[in-house]
């Protein structure tokens, strides 16, 4: 069968030019994947249609749909930690009129977890000039002010900004009363008190707020609310650090039984960083648990912390002794001489010998109170108890001090970065006046002068530099051997001088550290040699500087009518001007191991 072939024709279909069409699938397929999931494909294809629309009001609508997306996704994304992927999307936003102002906002928050905290505070302040509802941003500011910035004053006054529209946040309440603590020690106690008992109010149960109304009340000698607070504290899952601040809030107000008890927490406290420990603590050897009877036993007491500890703690080896059979003592290096020297009746080693060394127990040194059943009124040896060879002194004193009649000063300014962080140390600024007393003579006893403050002493000052001489601790007890007075801030060299018996002026902050108890009239208790001048409000050092200069105008003036009681040294050493320096200090300051 013929089958007949129909000519087909096809039809051409014309192509829609009219890009208004495939700009609304595109829309389409944008709102599509976004709600799916695939934020990348959808936003990319929102920004296309942006870009290809004419339409203005048209063109407004996409870019809303786009900015709502993106918004979504970028929050999406700071949930995740995925903070630059989120910024990225917050930087595209922001090339199209109308995005959220909350993007200033959300870009700080990025930039604050990673670690810009510049630029957070500058995303962040902007966000707080244009945005109609800010105050959630001051708590940000806060935040990053106080934990990044270490910006403590202006941190308050963002938390307290937070306060108006957050008038029942504990924390922020917490926060205002810890920092108005920190920053301004004695000062303003009644704030202190009043935003940590409102956060107490709202939240008395937090061991945190607990803790810090326990301290502050402390601070101001208010025992009895003091007191109710760390008993509350107690029932609260305290941590190691809360029971070691208990141990110290307890010494400093005369309860040495049960403060050195609480104090043992030390080894355990979670924030430690990087103070040094005895090693052995790590391997649980042998150690005492001060219930034992070691009448037969060799004890090895260990250092712990820093060198003022181990000046410190080492008088209480004649109560140690009476108790066992003999007593091995690990110290730093810098101190093996000086303790040898100072006959302490007491075997003495570096921490490299303890592999070596045989014994039964051992204690970490600032137990020894416990040990020893210490209290305010028995410190004993505190007339001194370290001593330097009358040779070691003179060949120091004929080789450094300056052979001449002046009265001559010892001074030591400032401490370790510990002591910085509880307001010990003085400006060396303060202490100018006494190198321009007439008749006499200035000697830094700064082993490292971290602030280079000594190379910015005026011309007409008198300041000689032995800190470079110093090898180790018994160098620099020769050297206070070698003053008629010494005076310096809470730090090693104080306690060196108060062991020595050295006739010292202490300068402390109105907030001292834990152990000063006593710091009126004309010892420290710990150490009789000590004379205490302290601020009547914190860092008002003009005040006690000014009562040492009385003094030493008087102990210039006993001397003078005192005759010498042994030959002067030779001189080798000038003192004229700020550059002055003893014969050889050029000794380097690098060898010296006994930071101050």
């Given at each position: 069968m013929q089958v007949s072939k129909r000519l087909v024709v096809r039809k051409e279909i014309p192509i829609d030019?009219?890009?208004?069409?495939?700009?609304?699938?595109?829309?389409?397929?944008?709102?599509?994947?976004?709600?799916?999931?695939?934020?990348?494909?959808?936003?990319?294809?929102?920004?296309?249609?942006?870009?290809?629309?004419?339409?203005?009001?048209?063109?407004?609508?996409?870019?809303?749909?786009?900015?709502?997306?993106?918004?979504?996704?970028?929050?999406?994304?700071?949930?995740?930690?995925?903070?630059?992927?989120?910024?990225?999307?917050?930087?595209?936003?922001?090339?199209?009129?109308?995005?959220?102002?909350?993007?200033?906002?959300?870009?700080?928050?990025?930039?604050?977890?990673?670690?810009?905290?510049?630029?957070?505070?500058?995303?962040?302040?902007?966000?707080?000039?244009?945005?109609?509802?800010?105050?959630?941003?001051?708590?940000?500011?806060?935040?990053?002010?106080?934990?990044?910035?270490?910006?403590?004053?202006?941190?308050?006054?963002?938390?307290?900004?937070?306060?108006?529209?957050?008038?029942?946040?504990?924390?922020?309440?917490?926060?205002?009363?810890?920092?108005?603590?920190?920053c301004y020690q004695d000062k303003f106690k009644d704030k202190q008190i009043y935003y940590l008992k409102r956060a107490f109010e709202l939240a008395p149960n937090n061991r945190i707020v607990v803790k810090n109304l326990a301290y502050v009340y402390g601070k101001f000698d208010e025992v009895q609310h003091a007191d109710e607070m760390y008993q509350k504290l107690m029932y609260l899952n305290p941590t190691h650090s809360d029971l070691h601040a208990y141990g110290a809030y307890l010494v400093k107000h005369k309860r040495f039984s049960e403060g050195f008890k609480f104090l043992q927490h030390r080894f355990l406290k979670e924030d430690l960083g990087n103070v040094a420990f005895p090693e052995l603590l790590k391997t649980k050897k042998k150690k005492w648990n001060m219930k034992l009877d070691i009448s037969n036993k060799v004890i090895l007491a260990h250092f712990e912390q820093g060198f003022g500890d181990s000046i410190m703690f080492a008088r209480f080896f004649d109560d140690l002794k009476k108790r066992c059979k003999d007593v091995l003592f690990v110290v730093q290096d810098s101190l093996i001489d000086l303790m040898k020297d100072s006959n302490l009746g007491v075997e003495v080693y570096s921490e490299r010998d303890i592999h070596k060394l045989n014994y039964d127990l051992w204690i970490p040194l600032m137990d020894l109170p416990i040990v020893c059943e210490?209290?305010?009124?028995?410190?004993?040896?505190?007339?001194?108890?370290?001593?330097?060879?009358?040779?070691?002194?003179?060949?120091?004193?004929?080789?450094?001090?300056?052979?001449?009649?002046?009265?001559?000063?010892?001074?030591?300014?400032?401490?370790?970065?510990?002591?910085?962080?509880?307001?010990?140390?003085?400006?060396?600024?303060?202490?100018?006046?006494?190198?321009?007393?007439?008749?006499?003579?200035?000697?830094?006893?700064?082993?490292?002068?971290?602030?280079?403050?000594?190379?910015?002493?005026?011309?007409?000052?008198?300041?000689?530099?032995?800190?470079?001489?110093?090898?180790?601790?018994?160098?620099?007890?020769?050297?206070?051997?070698?003053?008629?007075?010494?005076?310096?801030?809470?730090?090693g060299v104080m306690n060196l001088a108060g062991a020595l018996g050295v006739k010292t002026f202490g300068l402390f902050n109105k907030i001292t550290e834990w152990r000063w108890f006593k710091t009126e009239g004309d010892d420290i208790a710990w150490y009789k040699s000590i004379k205490p001048f302290q601020t009547t409000t914190s860092k008002a050092w003009d005040g006690p500087v000014q009562e040492i200069i009385k003094e030493i105008e008087n102990l210039i003036k006993k001397k003078k009518t005192t005759k010498p009681s042994a030959p002067k040294a030779v001189k080798t050493a000038k003192s004229t001007g700020k550059k002055t320096t003893a014969k050889t200090s050029k000794t380097t300051s690098k060898t010296a191991k006994n930071k101050k």
């Open positions: 030019s009219s890009k208004e069409l495939l700009n609304s699938l595109d829309v389409s397929m944008a709102d599509y994947y976004c709600k799916n999931g695939n934020f990348k494909r959808g936003l990319e294809l929102f920004r296309s249609a942006i870009d290809k629309t004419f339409n203005e009001n048209e063109r407004i609508n996409i870019t809303n749909k786009y900015l709502n997306a993106a918004l979504f996704y970028g929050r999406k994304l700071f949930s995740e930690k995925n903070y630059i992927d989120a910024v990225e999307q917050y930087r595209d936003m922001m090339n199209y009129s109308g995005f959220p102002v909350t993007v200033y906002k959300q870009i700080g928050l990025c930039m604050k977890e990673m670690g810009d905290a510049d630029l957070a505070i500058k995303f962040l302040k902007r966000f707080e000039e244009i945005s109609p509802d800010k105050e959630d941003v001051y708590i940000y500011l806060a935040d990053i002010t106080y934990g990044q910035i270490k910006d403590n004053e202006r941190a308050i006054e963002y938390y307290e900004k937070a306060l108006v529209k957050n008038p029942n946040n504990f924390a922020i309440y917490n926060m205002l009363g810890h920092l108005y603590s920190t210490t209290q305010p009124d028995n410190i004993p040896n505190a007339k001194g108890y370290l001593k330097v060879p009358d040779d070691k002194i003179n060949a120091y004193k004929k080789k450094y001090i300056n052979d001449n009649k002046k009265f001559k000063i010892g001074i030591a300014y400032e401490g370790t970065m510990a002591s910085k962080e509880t307001d010990r140390d003085i400006p060396l600024e303060y202490l100018y006046p006494l190198m321009r007393l007439p008749g006499v003579e200035v000697y830094s006893f700064q082993v490292d002068d971290l602030t280079r403050q000594m190379d910015r002493i005026p011309e007409d000052t008198n300041l000689i530099r032995l800190g470079g001489t110093f090898k180790n601790w018994e160098d620099t007890a020769c050297a206070m051997n070698c003053m008629d007075l010494m005076v310096t801030t809470d730090n």
